[in-house]
């Protein structure tokens, strides 16, 4: 998120360019595990069904340093970051990211995500899980370009001079495929967990609607597209060339994300993950368009452009490597160019099982996972802290805990789990919360302190791992 460059400058950046935390390491070893959470008058929401799962929990976390660390991270969402209310009868909720006060698209989905299989027990918290989807096709209405946005429509973005058409209520308006899918992952499985049909109303026809022909505009047939971003800026990732479109694609059929899930500048704009994930998106909005909304034409093109891109995937994402055989690439052109890497936000190609978009067990994931996971991806850092997968955003030898988080969500391997969960209760740097970055050799230099989706994300694995793999919870220390 490029408010995270302002937080930066704001903070301090070391002569590296990492950013140096400026909160002391608090003691938190030995007996000294007293709970980081707000005070409960503080809260933003307080759940019942998420309370009694985390008291649980803990009683089947023999590491006490980790349970100490799934209390303080799983309900971050809730305690901190929720504005819920009522609008026109319909439940309403606005989830800022944390440290920036916006509301992301992506972020506001993936931060609630774990919390629905407790909304059978809990009415309270399935109302708040509606309005973030109302929320959401609020934001897409308002602009299907845009990925962050404001509650107060009057409140002035500190990009509104970026050049693009900057709409009041818009925080930001970087382009990412993500931005529309998560929406449609959220109420899927939303309908899928609660059977309630309240939140598919015309405007969520309508927020379909937009992201069809979105996606479709960026597909780039006929042109580049009334899409364009530009920003003034030393930040090279921030910067979109020939004249706000990014370089040339030749139209295959796949959709251009003009920027990734870390709202960085694609290099080619086909961004791989992302296209995975618009397709599983794409089946996920007609099934509910034909079974729910019976809206069949929609539906119908809904799951045509699905099979359109899926084909094109096949035909253009996966390639030859000297070393690993077939993997898939992280961004394409279509004339033959490729990008190999990896980002440590997700959509990943280290999360496309997790997104549903593949098996783990697929041969082209597996090979791409053992080169994602060495050094022969240029943003896999192994040092003395931990190793993982980071990304531009925060620089050169940082780790994010999304990738560490992701990477044991994904696995099937005790072992690996293990090690995962093991290195993120080693590198919170003191603080009992997960964070954007940490460099590979020292956890106390991080970025973001208040960055909800990593904290929710860890909750979520710990949660995974006790229903797949209790006996990786039951040693001490882990």
């Known amino acids: 998120m490029q408010s995270r460059r302002k937080f930066i400058q704001q903070t301090g950046v070391l002569s590296s ?7 002391p390491v608090l003691a938190w070893a030995g007996n000294n595990l007293e709970s980081k959470r707000p005070a409960l008058a503080d809260r933003k929401f307080s759940s019942d069904a998420v309370e009694a799962t985390i008291v649980q929990l803990k009683k089947q976390i023999a590491d006490p340093e980790l349970a100490w660390l799934f209390e303080n991270c799983f309900p971050n969402t809730l305690d901190t970051t929720v504005e819920f209310e009522m609008i026109d ?43 973030v989807i109302n929320r959401q096709k609020k934001c897409i209405i308002l602009d299907p370009y845009a990925n962050a946005f404001y509650k107060d429509v009057n409140k002035e973005s500190e990009w509104k001079k970026d050049l693009t058409v900057m709409k009041p209520g818009i925080h ?6 993500d931005s529309l899918c998560y929406p449609i992952r959220l109420a899927y499985h939303y309908h899928k967990t609660t059977g309630d049909t309240s939140v598919f109303d015309t405007d969520w026809v309508r927020s379909i609607e937009l992201t069809l022909q979105t996606f479709k505009e960026q597909q780039r047939k006929e042109g580049n597209g009334p899409y364009t971003f530009q920003r003034t800026t030393y930040w090279a990732t921030d910067g979109v060339p020939l004249s706000g479109y990014g370089y040339p694609v030749k139209p295959v059929g796949l959709i251009c994300s003009v920027f990734r899930p870390s709202d960085d500048a694609t290099i080619y704009p086909f961004l791989i993950p992302a296209n995975y994930f618009a397709v599983v998106a794409l089946k996920q909005a007609a099934e509910l368009l034909n079974k729910v909304v019976k809206n069949t034409k929609l539906a119908l ?63 082209i994931y597996l090979n791409t996972r ?10 896999f850092f192994k040092g003395k802290a931990a190793e993982g997968i980071g990304g531009p955003h925060a620089g050169m030898n940082m780790i994010w805990p999304l990738s ?16 995962c969960l093991h290195s993120l209760k080693s590198t919170h740097g003191g603080t009992g919360f997960m964070h954007e970055a940490f460099h590979k050799d020292d956890a106390s230099n991080f970025t973001r302190k208040w960055f909800a989706w990593a904290n929710t994300l860890f909750g979520e694995l710990v949660m995974q791992t006790r229903e797949k793999q209790p006996q990786i919870l039951a040693k001490n220390p882990i």
């Open 301 to 363: 093109e809904c799951s045509t452009l699905a099979l359109e891109v899926e084909k094109a995937l096949l035909q253009h994402a996966i390639i030859n490597h000297q070393t690993y055989g077939r993997i898939f690439a992280y961004e394409v052109n279509g004339f033959g160019s490729f990008n190999l890497m990896d980002d440590a936000n997700v959509p990943s190609l280290l999360s496309l099982p997790y997104l549903g978009a593949v098996k783990n067990t697929d041969p």
């Open 370 to 379: 053992k080169y994602l996971l060495s050094t022969n991806n240029p943003f």
């Open 172 to 177: 930001e308006r970087k382009w990412e495929i």
């Open 17 to 23: 360019g990492l950013l140096l935390s400026t909160s």
């Open 404 to 419: 560490v988080t992701m990477r044991g969500l994904t696995s099937t391997n005790a072992a690996e789990i293990t090690q």
């Open 89 to 131: 009868g319909k439940p309403d909720t606005y989830v800022i990211t944390g440290d920036i006060d916006a509301m992301w698209l992506r972020d506001s989905t993936a931060q609630v995500w774990p919390y629905l299989p407790l909304t059978k027990g809990d009415k309270k918290l399935q109302e708040l899980i509606a309005g």
